[in-house]
């Protein structure tokens, strides 16, 4: 039987919002610069249609409105969504929800009915209660902030050590190969912990490729790029990569409770390792305004082809985003 973990894909939907802004040395400029991709904007406001799948359900197709702040800061709302019609509807819950992220807090709001919302901190011990518990049994995740930092670290590229050399064989003779290795193993690409990524570009300063490395050396995946357009500022962008991700699985543990009679209840482990299904992100980029590179769609398969997520930007505004979007209190705007 297949797993896969559903949700509403934030890092899907947001990681690529606004892209690191990078401070190169002047004697890797030229080479870097492919790396580049160009302005970072002053803010962003996207509504996206997204399509994912999961275990005991239905396809769900949810349309979301997100907000990104120019520190990256980001808020996902879940505007409206299609039921599976004849169908039990186990994320019910989920409509009206919220998703805000303003370092270091994680703040889930579970309907715009309920100003209640849960909190996720970095450094919390033991596992977070996904509030997903059923008569049946409960389901807990590992704890976020890990992830959190991941995304925080990625942003912070001039903490990233860096080291440019041209290839000298090989299929990639001649292009230049930009290592570059985090302050610390960072985990935001399910399943696996990230060490190191290398770029490859190429004489005319295109990015062609990339492959990322976990902490033991070995490449977990790697993406080519392509369609290639050109900025207001002369630099070649890729529009269009594909990134192939090895399997793995991630922490979790699902439990069933049982009782028959007058006999007292028992709970097992259905699981402790949920296999993760991902194995393929097709991404398309656009230009806005001439300086912008956003997302267009992103869409994530298995290792049979079938479409596991797919997010569709419906829209992307580019524009400051006032600071009260990014609270979660009786006063706060609804988007």
Not at 43 to 60: I, S
Not at 111 to 122: E, F
Not at 271 to 300: F, H, N, S
Request: net charge neutral; with cysteine; charged share 20%.
């Amino acid at each position: 039987m297949r797993r896969t973990t559903c949700g509403l894909g934030v890092m899907f939907v947001c990681g690529l919002a606004l892209g690191p802004s990078a401070h190169v040395s002047a004697d890797a400029e030229e080479a870097l610069s492919a790396l580049n991709w160009g302005a970072r904007p002053p803010g962003a406001r996207f509504r996206a249609q997204v399509f994912f799948t999961c275990e005991y359900q239905e396809p769900l197709s949810l349309v979301v409105v997100g907000h990104v702040g120019a520190s990256g800061e980001w808020r996902v709302d879940v505007d409206w969504r299609l039921a599976p019609a004849g169908k039990t509807d186990i994320f019910q819950y989920r409509e009206g929800m919220v998703y805000l992220w303003a370092d270091p807090v994680l703040t889930i709001l579970p309907s715009y009915l309920t100003r209640n919302p849960i909190r996720v901190r970095p450094g919390e011990a033991g596992q977070v209660d996904t509030g997903m518990a059923r008569s049946g049994g409960s389901m807990n995740l590992p704890v976020v902030d890990v992830y959190l930092r991941g995304q925080k670290v990625m942003r912070d590229w001039p903490a990233w050590t860096t080291s440019v050399e041209v290839v000298q064989a090989g299929p990639r003779a001649g292009q230049y190969a930009i290592t570059r290795k985090p302050p610390e193993p960072i985990k935001f690409l399910e399943p696996h912990v990230i060490a190191m990524q290398r770029y490859y570009v190429s004489p005319d300063l295109r990015l062609v490729g990339a492959e990322t490395y976990d902490p033991a050396g070995n490449v977990v995946a790697t993406t080519t790029y392509s369609d290639f357009a050109s900025l207001a500022s002369g630099a070649k962008v890729p529009l269009r990569s594909v990134t192939e991700m090895s399997p793995g699985s991630i922490g979790a543990r699902a439990t069933r409770t049982t009782s028959i009679n007058d006999q007292p209840p028992k709970t097992e482990a259905v699981w402790e390792q949920l296999p993760w299904a991902r194995c393929r992100v097709d991404r398309e980029m656009q230009v806005i305004d001439g300086k912008y590179v956003l997302p267009r769609r992103t869409t994530t398969s298995d290792r049979e082809g079938r479409v596991l997520d797919d997010v569709e930007y419906l829209s992307v505004e580019v524009g400051p985003v006032p600071d009260s979007i990014f609270r979660v209190d009786t006063e706060a705007p609804k988007p």
